[in-house]
């Protein structure tokens, strides 16, 4: 199997298993693409502070600041303080 259909399979099992286990708790319309990658980039990395998860992504500090807020209000991340 080549690597891109490999990587596109763990993405579609993350996000089903996603949707089972918050169905009902979290409204999944309204994650966007991108919330996606960061969820990927998150789970990939080990506790990772904002700033790797940004160069990681190609973003601004800000932005993946922002995105981070959206996805710890909606649960779906916890954020540590160092």
Do not use: F
Request: proline share 2%; aromatic share 6%.
């Amino acid at each position: 199997m080549s690597n891109s259909i490999q990587r596109a399979m763990v993405n579609l099992t993350q996000l089903i298993r996603l949707h089972d286990y918050y169905e009902g708790a979290v409204e999944l319309d309204k994650l966007g693409a991108i919330d996606m990658y960061y969820l990927e980039a998150i789970n990939q990395l080990d506790n990772p502070t904002i700033g790797t998860i940004s160069k990681l992504l190609g973003q601004s500090t800000p932005n993946t600041n922002y995105h981070i807020k959206k996805l710890t209000s909606l649960g779906l991340v916890t954020k540590k303080n160092r």
